[in-house]
């Protein structure tokens, strides 16, 4: 099972205890970043392009539940939004 990513219009919620702010999320990305080598040799990541990246699994920082989230609309968001055909 794959989790759908929170989106402008959308964040998760905890369907066991309502928490919305705290997770641990486990996912898988590939990516393409730019590193800069400082005169010493030390590496910084100054740009990071996102290739593809899957949600793998969603922890509940409060009562541990393991992928129980759902998509739910942010603060101000209208309630119908269709475009990813999360929420009705
Ligand atoms: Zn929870």
Redesign the pocket.
């Known amino acids: 099972m794959s989790i759908a990513a929170p989106t402008a219009d959308t964040r998760w919620r ?6 919305l702010t705290r997770f641990d999320v486990t996912r898988s990305a590939r990516v393409v970043e730019y590193l800069h080598f400082d005169l010493s040799g030390e590496s910084k990541v100054e740009e990071t392009e996102v290739l593809s990246e899957t949600i793998e699994r969603v922890r ?6 393991v992928d ?1 989230v759902e998509l739910v609309p942010r603060p101000g968001a209208e309630e119908d939004v269709t475009e990813d055909g999360q929420k009705a």
Not at 14 to 19: A, D, E
């Open positions: 905890c369907t066991l205890c309502g928490n509940c920082r409060w009562c541990n539940a129980q």
